[in-house]
Each structure stands twice: as structure tokens, then as C-alpha cells.
């Protein structure tokens, strides 16, 4: 798997190599920021994989989508290190929900406490897949989520297109002169 600089990443996105160390510094983008600037602008080196997380958070940001940190944490725990590029027939989608719950009579102990005050509580679910098979597991989640947890509500549901984003980022790496494999990996 080849891997390519900081450069070359500030290159595909449009920034510069410092604006690209300072967004994964302060977490709006799903990237290692290392030890410091210098390791980050002369060591660190990035796959197609951590360029196309930076492409779904800039899809997820732009045009009063939601914050850089937001987009950058669903991402990473909607597909971290695990994605793989695939040859489906149908577009991937990647989703999380999040639930509002009503905490019981149990302990709370170091469970945090949210904005609603400490007799609620959030939960996730993420989901991978075709929009089709998504949006079904969504569906079967919320109906048996509901019916374990009393006081369970459905209330944010967050889902991008990964194959949109990566067959922008393709187009936009091939006008830049760096190649791509079928397989998603950065080719010479």
C-alpha cells in the first residue's frame, strides 16, 4: 500500500500542509496530527483511505453541513480503519443514530451527563451498506431498540455516501496527476 506526504494531501484537498496539521490537531479531521508539526509536514505519511475520510468530512461539512469535529467523528467511527473499498453494484452509505434515553434507577457512576441534565443519556448504532440496506437496519434498530429500553427515542440519524465522496476524490487526484488503483490505494 503505498502511502503519500502531507503535501500531496494539502495538494488534493486545495490547503495548505499547516491548515491540514492544524484541522487533525484540533480533531475536524479523522487524521493522526503526530507528535508536532514537523513530524506531521516531513513524516507522517497518509493512504487513500485516510485522503477519502478527509473528502466525506469535507462532504459532510460544506454548504452548512455539520462542524469539521462532528463529521470527522462520525466517520471514524462509521468506518476508522475498516473500510475497503468494494466493487458493489449500488453506492456504500455509511449511518449512525443516536438515541436519547432515560436513565433508571441504576448507578450512574462515570456515564456522561448531557445538556438534557442526568436523567437522560445518549446511545449509537452504526450501520454500513447500500441506502437500501441501511435504511431497513435503521428501521429494525429503532423498532427493537424501542421495545429493550423503555424511555428510548430515535432522535439524530447522520448518513453519508462513501462512493460519492470517493468518486470525487478519483476525479480530482487523476486532474492532480496521482493515480489510483481499482482497489482504492495510491499508485505511482
Same mark, same amino acid.
Request: hydrophobic share 45%; proline share 3%.
Given at each position: 500500500?503505498?502511502?503519500?506526504?502531507?503535501?500531496? !494531501?494539502?495538494? @488534493?484537498?486545495?490547503?495548505?500542509?499547516?491548515?491540514?496539521?492544524?484541522?487533525?490537531?484540533?480533531?475536524? @479531521?479523522? @487524521? #493522526?496530527?503526530?507528535?508536532?508539526? @514537523?513530524?506531521?509536514?516531513?513524516?507522517?505519511?497518509?493512504?487513500?483511505?485516510?485522503?477519502?475520510?478527509?473528502?466525506?468530512?469535507?462532504?459532510?461539512? =460544506?454548504?452548512?453541513?455539520?462542524?469539521?469535529?462532528?463529521?470527522?467523528?462520525? &466517520?471514524?467511527?462509521?468506518?476508522?480503519?475498516?473500510?475497503?473499498? #468494494?466493487?458493489?453494484?449500488?453506492?456504500?452509505?455509511?449511518?449512525?443514530? $443516536?438515541?436519547?434515553?432515560?436513565?433508571?434507577?441504576?448507578? $450512574?457512576?462515570?456515564?456522561?451527563?448531557?445538556?438534557?441534565?442526568?436523567?437522560?443519556?445518549?446511545?449509537?448504532?452504526?450501520?454500513?451498506?447500500?441506502?437500501?440496506?441501511?435504511?431497513?437496519? !435503521?428501521?429494525?434498530? !429503532?423498532?427493537?431498540?424501542?421495545?429493550?429500553?423503555?424511555?428510548?427515542?430515535?432522535?439524530?440519524?447522520?448518513?453519508?455516501?462513501?462512493?460519492?465522496? =470517493?468518486?470525487?476524490?478519483?476525479?480530482?487526484?487523476?486532474?492532480?496527476?496521482?493515480?489510483?488503483?481499482?482497489?482504492?490505494?495510491?499508485? &505511482?
Amino acid at each position: 500500500m503505498l502511502k503519500i506526504s502531507a503535501a500531496v !494531501i494539502g495538494t @488534493l484537498f486545495g490547503v495548505s500542509v499547516h491548515a491540514l496539521y492544524k484541522a487533525a490537531a484540533n480533531e475536524e @479531521l479523522p @487524521l #493522526d496530527a503526530g507528535q508536532s508539526f @514537523l513530524s506531521f509536514s516531513e513524516t507522517q505519511s497518509f493512504t487513500y483511505h485516510d485522503a477519502l475520510m478527509i473528502e466525506l468530512t469535507r462532504q459532510l461539512h =460544506d454548504d452548512g453541513g455539520v462542524s469539521p469535529v462532528v463529521a470527522s467523528k462520525f &466517520i471514524w467511527n462509521s468506518i476508522g480503519s475498516n473500510y475497503a473499498h #468494494d466493487h458493489a453494484a449500488s453506492d456504500r452509505w455509511i449511518a449512525m443514530v $443516536r438515541w436519547r434515553n432515560t436513565w433508571g434507577a441504576a448507578p $450512574r457512576g462515570s456515564f456522561p451527563v448531557t445538556l438534557f441534565g442526568p436523567n437522560e443519556y445518549w446511545s449509537t448504532a452504526h450501520f454500513a451498506g447500500s441506502l437500501q440496506s441501511v435504511q431497513a437496519d !435503521i428501521a429494525e434498530a !429503532i423498532d427493537s431498540y424501542s421495545d429493550d429500553i423503555t424511555e428510548s427515542d430515535a432522535a439524530r440519524i447522520l448518513m453519508a455516501n462513501v462512493s460519492a465522496a =470517493d468518486r470525487r476524490l478519483r476525479k480530482r487526484a487523476a486532474t492532480l496527476g496521482v493515480a489510483v488503483t481499482a482497489d482504492g490505494n495510491f499508485s &505511482i
